[in-house]
């Protein structure tokens, strides 16, 4: 195929575009309006846009030719798979062209050996767990529904249960396959030489071109991801903590220990959405404010029992030092009490209360920043919810052995009601502005919040990160309003 | 004020339960609610509904739920502000009356009862307190596990 592109900017017209694309993939691209309005929005408050068409990919040839078109026909392309970042990512550019990745949905390799999978961009979190299990091994998992896509959480260096010990997902890849957005095909981390996808070492880390750039480099076709062996011993076990700042001060202590898998801490609106009650009015002052977990692992019941102790140790220092704290709490007695709780025990899971209420809104400002301030942070944050009225949901754990800390704040809300959408923007944009004067910085930023973000950023890597994306994307094809150019 | 509890499947064999405002409600209320709420459902137990009359108090750290049993509908209340220090005051567990009791203790006593044994040893050791109507606590205790009440 020629590629004879437009002048940036230029897009070619609505019949040209459709003839050209019904030529190449007929009953693979659909113009159809109804779903064309549902590939507009997400789940969030960010503004919808309508594409003009979407093809769906099944193999690279597929993804290869639908970039080669695009630049053809000065034509913004958005990747897609299940659209439930909730950072608005998957929402096209307004007249764009939406590829739709979840028809490849392969796991192409398991390597027990090396503890990677190389899978497809459609790969689920639940259809990985599966496919590892016979061998052994084990991925961790977002708080996320079982059927989203793990090279997208890869690739946008989401968090989960095994990022306190390993760090945030997108250092888990080992290697892409990745289509660029003028479209030749490249393959990062070791695979570039070897036959095997088992390291991004010691090549140039040319892999990090694709991770955290929302989709602006290429369309990654392939990724290997490092999974870890499954211990025999497993627990989850909460912690009431009447005050947050208790629960977070002890989340710290514990993420540094190197003993747990994850460590994190929800606050008490989780409990009222897991109930269905999607409305909670003002938290009982007797009632705990934070529900920590820990997650132990171990391969002998003397190393359970050694991480257990380590834990009642830790427990009761805080106790000593005045929080108000309950023992720790195995997750199967919340289960045996309320079946609701059960999505909190084994993951992935479909937090219902959060996706499938009345009003239909979720989204959040979730960032990554230094643990000295999480507990500022958490508080200010949650005084903010409450002061626009909104339940303080704040999510928080250490990742990467406690190097830094996550603070999120979850709303859900009213799609359809428009005083509320307003109202929540005005309390995001403050949250993610508190944020940042305390150092953090937001991840799955929408872009809204890089137009907060901007301002403050260095110049050099601002300008790094334009003249890159210039020369890999030079028609301004893929993703163009995300980040910057 | 009292408000029908949302969710489906609450009424069985001619008995329901009323969940006073969800939206205030406290965890511990929530959860026994929940929990009253299945024993009710069809795959329930059907002795929930000769549950014997009485009011019961429970206290799950500094939280406070109540319970009125046999009453038609069975109410479940607790919300802010009826926290330790006011919950000692209204209805406690009085020697001799069988119609009101009180269990108190850490929640995850109590929570641990549901996978556990009967916290006998608990309540032997004073962790977990117990006064006023036994038969009351018994079917307490009973409902956390979902054993069901006394025949």
Known sequence: MTTRSLPPGRRADLATVTARLSARFGEQVSFEPALLEGLAADVTENPARRPVGRVMARSVDDVVDTVRLCNELGLPLTPRVTALNVGGLAIPAEGGLVIDLSSMNRVLQIDPASMYALIEPGVSWLQLKQALAPHGLVIGFPLAPPETSVLAGCLMDGLGTLTLPHGPMGEWINGVEAVLPTGELVRTGSAAVSPSWFSRSPLPDTTSLFVNWQGTTGVVTKLAVQAWPMRLLRERRFIMCRRAEDGLALMLALGKTGLYDDVGGLSWPISRYLLAIHRPGPRDPAEPELYLYVDITADSSAELSAKRTALEEHLLRARKAGAKMERPLDVRALVAMDPAFEKLADLPARLDGLLDHPGGGLTWVGSYGPPAHVIEGGRRGMELMQRHGFPPLLVSRPMRGGHFTVVRFIEIFDRHDAAEVQRLATLQRELLQMLLELGYLPYKAPGWAVEELLPRMDPGSRALVARLRATLDPNGILQPDRWWR | ?151
């Open chain 2, 1 to 151: 004020m009292l408000r029908q509890n949302r969710a489906a499947g609450i009424r069985y064999q001619g008995v329901s339960m009323l969940l006073h405002d969800p939206e205030n409600a406290n965890l511990l209320a929530l959860l026994l609610a929940r929990r009253l709420e299945r024993a009710l459902g069809p795959a329930g137990e059907p002795g929930v509904a000769r549950f014997p009359e009485g009011e019961l108090t429970i206290v799950a750290g500094e939280m406070v739920a109540r319970l009125r049993l046999g009453a038609r509908p069975h109410l479940v209340s607790g919300e802010a502000g009826a926290g330790a220090g006011t919950a000692g005051e209204s209805p406690p567990g009085v020697p001799g009356d069988w119609r009101r009791a009180r269990i108190e203790g850490p929640l995850d006593v109590l929570l641990g009862a549901v996978v556990g044994e009967l916290p006998i040893g608990a309540v032997l050791s004073g962790e977990l307190k117990v006064s006023g109507s036994m038969r009351l606590c018994w079917v307490a205790l009973r409902l956390l596990r979902g054993t069901g009440p006394t025949r």
